[in-house]
């Protein structure tokens, strides 16, 4: 049974010497002992190994012995002994002799990661519990004098200049998390450098949690049977699946329950050491229709029912406790209505939600179901950023220390997460990750854990650094793709004449043509046709000159499939494959320093940063009606639409206690109806547990038309939200309940507004600049009198705008007239209505203007 580990009592860690305190622990009351392992370059203690020590363990003492010899500049031997003196290294058994006073248990599946790190007179103990315990006592050992491997070539790698080396420790480690493979790497990666950087960053975990897509395994295994059983697959639109991809399992049929059953089992006996198998779902759908399989209750359901069978069979084998993994995603990513077997651990999915649930309410329904969770996460996914800098979560810094210590407390213990060789874009929040997996409290420290990271890699360049990484991976601000690379390119000039260490610059050197990548990644987005073509060769042709740099998932861009983009295209003969001599655009001429300087000083000139030439003004959220107060003319009506998709909010007004009704139809996106009902939420300003006053889940994705009726309590100011899980929704609001929208940089309308709009916006008494931010380049602006003052089509770019306001014309409705995307307000209420009589706005403008 699955041992929950939140509660496992971390031991002592007191002091260590000369290094920024890999993970912080509590004080002991005996001041660990003070040992001196080096003097003026002479090795003052040996390692030690057992005398039967594994090949493992002598291969850690040895890259020890090695790394303590380029710390210090002393010659470290590698001997035998009985660990009573000398720097220990080895697992608990290998040294019956040592009496330390703590309790390693090496049954414990989930216990295999603990060591033991503490200095003595003798010496020092690294010990842990198995090897890969002693694998992360060792660099957690290297780690604490000051040693790094923050991304995953040498030129990321930190060796400390320590001549005469003092350590003083005594602390007993154990992780948080028991799998922490977030980031994980691509298929393609480089698997050397990522398992390198792995064992180093204390990411390699003990415990193997098997959670992939396994049915199409189990019938290639099972062939025979199968082809003899047709029953045995799904029945989909009246007949069985026996063909074509992501083919799925008729689980209420016993024999096929029996046969998977059996799979896993002979798995587990041909293989009595692993500690998990993985019963996961073939992708996408094609779920059995038949009446026995609608029986067995949801898709969420039938999944589990298999897996619990597959538990309870390996369990009574006698091989210890094994576990069976499994993800809820896709159409099984709803939480179940049955218990989930103990040893079944279920990894929630953070994208490709269906059933209209949040990513909240899947971790509250799964936990009610079973004691212990896994997440699966999403670090970065080329197609989606293409590894660009502020798109992946793995490169949110904020996203980063919310979210790991938010699944923590509700019960995850295992992650893994998605990523690929993005280390330009993301390599910090990649650094940052094993750190808070192994210690969710770290989230707390993370600006302790940046400073280390730019101490370290930057030295006299830290500072510019910081204006680099905070742009890259710590500002949320919408900014221009331009104005992003140019402020890369000024911290990178900066940083660069601020020092003349060699290995620093090759650093910078890193970063200077991954900020290249970026300019000509946002060149080429903006092209089309043959221009489009030529800068994608652009691209390509710097991506792989850079690939062994790893800044950049180099196979995936250069991979025609992968890119995604139809509109360009490989010269004949180009493929990946191609031998570099025959291949018409593969090239690895080393950067010089003057090609590396030319590129800086061109990409700030390319790439001006935008500089604001107005004030932001913050307004409350405390909505009034504003048209009979300010005594508002009567306009022409605005327009737009009601029928969209995602999560989508209305602000509106209530005179008074009542409801509303509206008509909803959902699923207009007939391939999507799989992804639950609509789901409608009311909430009130005066509600105080910020609850909603009203729900409605009962409209079904079905493409008709239903009405729904939203009841408060309360007056005035309302909150309408709408979430369909993007199968695309329409709406049909009463006449005389006034819609809002609000657009501003903190809370952009998202998919509230869509296609085409028109609606107006109030300017307040005394404002002499309407200022705001567009992502599109359509639609105009309309001040008081019918004038236009800005035609957002004249716009060099997308980014900040910014239009005097003539006199007479305050204190008015603006028009924004056939726009399309996202216009944020910064300078007025953020605000949108389709006519003055719908228009809310906060209640201290209405107050002074109307005085």
Not at 79 to 85: A, F, N, Q, V
Not at 159 to 175: A, G, H, N, R, Y
Not at 550 to 572: G, I, N, Y
Not at 717 to 722: A, K, M, R, S, T
Request: net charge negative.
């Amino acid at each position: 049974m699955i041992k929950v580990l939140k509660d496992m009592q971390r031991a002592v860690a007191v002091q260590v010497f000369l290094v920024f305190v890999f993970s912080a622990m509590a004080s002991a009351s005996v001041s660990p002992s003070e040992v001196r392992l080096a003097e003026d370059g002479e090795a003052l203690f040996p390692v030690v190994i057992s005398a039967d020590a594994s090949e493992l363990v002598e291969s850690r003492a040895d890259e020890l012995a090695e790394y303590l010899g380029r710390i210090t500049g002393a010659e470290f031997e590698v001997e035998r002994g009985d660990g009573m003196s000398g720097i220990a290294v080895g697992v608990f058994t290998d040294f019956p002799a040592l009496e330390t006073g703590v309790s390693f248990d090496g049954d414990d599946p989930f216990r295999r990661e603990e060591y033991l790190l503490r200095t003595h007179e003798n010496g020092v103990l690294i010990i842990g519990t198995d090897a890969r315990g002693m694998t992360h006592a060792v660099w957690g050992f290297l780690h604490d004098i000051g040693y790094r491997l923050f991304f995953l070539t040498d030129t990321w790698e930190i060796v400390p200049d320590i001549p005469d080396l003092s350590v003083s420790m005594d602390k007993f480690e154990t992780t948080d998390f028991v799998t922490r493979q977030a980031p994980r790497g691509a298929p393609w990666s480089d698997g050397a450098l990522w398992t390198r950087w792995r064992d180093r960053n204390r990411m390699t975990p003990a415990f193997r949690l098997s959670t992939g897509h396994v049915y199409g395994r189990i019938e290639s295994r099972n062939r025979e049977e199968f082809e003899a059983n047709p029953e045995y697959y799904a029945l989909v639109d009246g007949e069985r699946r026996v063909s074509g991809g992501n083919r799925k399992f008729c689980i209420s049929n016993p024999g096929l329950r029996q046969l998977v059953v059996d799979d896993k089992v002979r798995r587990v006996e041909a293989n009595p050491e692993i500690d998990s198998v993985s019963i996961d779902p073939s992708d996408g759908g094609n779920w059995c229709e038949c009446d026995e399989c609608a029986e067995l209750g949801s898709i969420s359901d039938q999944a589990i029912v298999l897996a619990n069978d597959v538990a309870e069979a390996i369990n009574d084998l006698g091989h210890g406790e094994k576990y069976v993994g499994i993800y809820a995603y896709n159409q099984h990513s709803p939480p179940p209505n049955i218990r989930v077997h103990p040893n079944v651990v279920v990894s929630i999915a953070t994208s490709f939600i269906r059933g209209g649930y949040t990513l909240q309410e899947l971790i509250e329904g799964w936990s009610e179901k079973t004691d212990i969770i896994g997440i699966r996460d999403y670090h970065d996914v080329f197609p989606w950023s293409h590894d660009m800098p502020r798109r992946a979560r793995g490169g949110n810094i904020s996203y980063l220390e919310e979210r790991i210590p938010y699944f923590y407390e509700h019960g995850a213990r295992f992650m893994n997460s998605e990523a690929g060789d993005s280390w330009g874009a993301n390599g910090l929040g990649f650094w940052l990750s094993p750190i808070l997996l192994w210690d969710v409290s770290a989230a707390e420290r993370v600006e302790d854990y940046v400073e280390d990271f730019l101490e370290k890699a930057f030295g006299p360049a830290k500072e510019p650094m910081h204006d680099f990484y905070e742009v890259v991976n710590m500002d949320r601000s919408l900014r221009t793709a331009e104005d992003v690379t140019g402020r890369m390119y000024i911290a990178l000039e900066e940083a660069r004449e601020l020092t003349d260490d060699p290995d620093i610059n090759a650093r910078l050197d890193d970063l200077v043509l991954f900020t290249r990548y970026t300019e000509l990644y946002n060149l080429y987005r903006g092209k089309s046709g043959d221009e489009r073509q030529k800068a994608f060769e652009q691209v390509w042709r710097h991506a792989y000159r850079i690939r062994d740099r790893m800044l950049l998932s180099t196979v995936a861009l250069c991979h025609r499939d992968r890119f995604r983009d139809r509109a360009v295209s490989l010269p004949e003969g180009a493929e990946w494959g191609t031998p570099e001599d025959e291949h018409p655009w593969k090239d690895s001429t080393p950067f010089s320093e003057e090609e590396l300087g030319e590129i800086v000083s061109a990409g700030i000139e390319a790439n001006p940063i935008q500089v604001l030439d107005f004030e932001p003004v913050a307004y409350s959220e405390e909505l009034v009606p504003a048209a009979e107060k300010l005594d508002l003319p009567e306009v022409t009506p605005g327009n737009f639409r009601l029928r969209g998709r995602g999560t989508r909010r209305f602000h509106t007004w209530l005179d008074e206690p009542g409801e509303i009704t509206l008509k909803v139809t959902g699923g207009l996106i007939a391939h999507y109806r799989d992804r639950g009902n609509v789901q409608l939420r009311l909430y009130s300003s005066k509600e105080a547990t910020l609850e909603p006053v009203d729900t409605d889940d009962s409209v079904p994705p079905d493409g008709n038309e239903y009405e729904v009726t939203l009841r408060s309590p309360y007056s005035g100011y309302h909150i309408l939200e709408v979430s369909d899980g993007s199968d695309m929704t329409n709406l049909v609001m009463p006449d005389d309940l006034p819609l809002n929208v609000l657009s501003s940089m903190e809370n952009p309308p998202g998919r509230t507004l869509g296609g085409r709009w028109s609606l107006y916006f109030y300017v307040p008494k005394g404002t002499d600049m309407v200022g705001g931010f567009t992502r599109d380049l359509r639609g105009r602006m309309i001040d008081t009198s019918g004038n236009e003052v800005l035609s957002f089509a004249e716009l060099e770019s997308e980014g900040y705008f910014s239009v005097p306001v003539p006199d007479g014309e305050d204190g008015g409705l603006w028009k924004i007239e056939n726009s399309g995307g996202h216009k944020l307000l910064m300078t007025v209420p953020p605000y949108l209505a389709r006519s003055e009589k719908e228009l809310l706005l906060p209640a201290e403008v209405v107050e002074a203007d109307g005085n």
